[in-house]
């Protein structure tokens, strides 16, 4: 039974604060977040307008935060086995899981509605990497890591990033597959998808074309965990250390500041 | 009945056991540090400190708050980002997940979820406490420690809401995780 399955896994999800140039339905102008959050790929809760939705191992809360200081809890279903991350943009949530992408569109109320769930197993069962998950115009760009040892152990290493077109959210199809080394947290910056690699800095794509991602650029000689990218500016977090690096001009990346916490 | 409640715990507990009628020796483990999800005292904002192990980050503004595994939240000034500089730090015991929406902290605290008002930072105030919304019996979430192999203090719900887990001497240890 998968429950005995000795895999942890651990999902993120990168949340992209850019204006959208296309509509994936739902709630899409009423959806615009009206705080300037920006929560990294690791995050298992985000708002919404005056909605909160919040993770637990299976399911997702949906709370009414029009008092912020009080929420109100409006709805609560099942995803899934073992969800981790979440991520918003226009009215649709990605659910990065053990098994699967989720995909839920947002009624009139903020209430999640499922529209699909996408397996990554391609190599028989059981086989979950991590999962964080950045979309933008019908695109979602996935990172799936999986290491022989640690928290996203795994009998077979499979360290990718992945590129699914979702203008269909009930029919996600696989539109690329790229090898990395141990790829971690995700942000997307217009056609620019920033990739965190556990040991080995940050990788830098350019995804005009979605099913043929091209790097552009490496920063090297750091541990990456999570990032950020945000109006020319790329927060770095490492296990002790946050870095940040001008992308303005993106074939000469430079490092801004880097403080030890 | 008592052949049978082991294993109702061992699916209730994922992976983890109850001994049954053994008499394990006092050993080194894990024990539950429980809190009680409704006394907010240990909530609180600091001058900043020194961080020994990154987690989650979230950027709102010109602030950037950065997790401390399982401790509280970094909080850096980032008006110039040539210049970044730790202002404060909120301390909330077993926090790994959390966002902000304003001037509010939607924070993790063991199995509890808790709403934390930030307006200022170093008098922070929770407002509302969802008690055990991460207590998961099928996946022993809050019933074991995570990420544990060996022997651990049973969980006593009727102490609290389990906030993390502490090394300490077991007396006779009667549940274990592989």
Sequence with gaps: MKLLKLLSICCFLSLVACTADQDFGGRSEAAEATSNTVNGSYTNMLTVDDRLYALTVESISTFDITNKANPKLINKQNVGFSIESIYHVEGVLFIGSREALHIFSLDSDGVPVRQSETEYDTFGDDVTPCDPVVAKNDIAYVTLSATESGPCQTVRPINQLRTYNVANLQNPQLLSVTDMIEPKGLGLDGQYLFVAEANNGVVVYDVSNPASPSVVSTLDGFRAYDLIPNDGILLVVGPSKITQFDYTDIENIRELSSINL | ?178
């Design chain 2, 1 to 178: 009945m008592k052949i049978f409640l082991p294993i109702f715990l061992l699916i209730a507990m994922s992976l983890s056991s109850c001994f049954e009628d053994l008499a394990p020796a006092d050993q080194e483990g894990l024990a539950p540090i429980y809190t009680d999800p409704f006394d907010y005292s240990l909530i609180k904002g600091e001058g900043p400190r020194e961080s020994v192990n990154l987690g989650k980050v979230v950027l709102v503004g010109d602030l950037i708050y950065v997790n401390e595994r399982l401790t509280g939240i970094h909080v850096i000034d980032n008006s110039d980002p040539s210049n970044p500089v730790k202002i404060a730090f909120i301390a909330v015991p077993g926090n790994n997940d959390f966002t902000v929406d304003g001037n509010f902290l939607y924070a993790g605290n063991g199995v509890n979820l808790l709403v934390i008002d930030i307006s200022d930072l170093m008098n922070v105030r929770v407002t509302e406490s969802f008690a055990n919304f991460y207590l998961n019996e099928e996946f022993g979430l809050g019933l074991a420690p995570p990420d544990y192999s060996g022997v651990f203090e049973c969980v006593d719900l009727s102490k609290g809401a389990v906030v993390g887990w502490e090394q300490k001497m077991l007396v006779s240890p009667r549940c274990y995780t592989r």
